[in-house]
């Protein structure tokens, strides 16, 4: 699952939204390879989705320091 909304993140501990972030950079990784090798992605949206979930954590996580 690709899509973080705000009200998830608000509610992870900073232990979560460190893992959780790690797992999107590894989903996105995929993605991008994936999408390099020419093949279809199975979903159209993913990769936009994640890019912006990454986003949301990282400010959200740069506002709490």
Do not use: C, D, W
């Not at 797992?23 to 093949?39: S, V």
């Not at 993913?46 to 959200?60: D, N, P, Q, W």
């Amino acid at each position: 699952m690709s899509f973080v909304s705000n009200r998830e993140i608000a509610s992870m501990s900073a232990e979560a939204r460190e893992a959780r972030l790690l797992e999107l950079q590894e989903e996105l990784l995929q993605l991008r390879a994936e999408k390099a090798l020419g093949g279809t992605p199975s979903n159209m949206g993913a990769y936009k989705a994640t890019r912006r979930s990454i986003a949301r954590l990282k400010t959200h996580m740069s506002s709490q320091n």
